[in-house]
């Protein structure tokens, strides 16, 4: 197994886990937005429990600028990113 194809299918599983809390993300189209409600999505993404679980996930701190770049990617996306961020520690 491939490094992104071990992160893919972590990040895949946390992205289900907080998907599933809000009925109005029923539809799965792996966007990572989903992980948040989207009729009251955060004012902050910093210290949500999605992003918290990430972090514990793959030992990283995400700033600011990573938490809001993956938001707005799609699972694919968003496991090269974790690759990269991974790999500059």
Same mark, same amino acid.
């Given at each position: 197994?491939? /490094?992104?194809? &071990? +992160? !893919? %299918? ?8 907080? &998907? ?7 539809? %799965?189209?792996?966007? $990572?937005?989903? $992980?948040?409600? =989207? %009729?009251?999505?955060? @004012?902050?993404?910093?210290? =949500? /429990? ?5 972090? /514990?996930?793959?030992? +990283?701190? #995400?700033? @600011? %600028? @990573?938490?809001?770049? #993956? !938001?707005? $990617? ?6 090269? &990113? ?5 790999? /500059? =520690?």
């Amino acid at each position: 197994m491939t /490094e992104y194809k &071990r +992160i !893919y %299918d972590i990040l895949s599983k946390i992205y289900d886990k907080h &998907r599933s809390k809000y009925p109005e993300n029923a539809s %799965d189209s792996e966007q $990572m937005c989903l $992980m948040w409600s =989207t %009729d009251d999505p955060p @004012d902050v993404l910093e210290d =949500t /429990e999605p992003l918290q679980d990430i972090e /514990e996930a793959f030992d +990283i701190y #995400l700033n @600011d %600028d @990573d938490a809001y770049a #993956l !938001y707005d $990617m799609d699972l694919a996306e968003a496991a090269k &990113r974790l690759l990269e961020i991974q790999q /500059e =520690t």
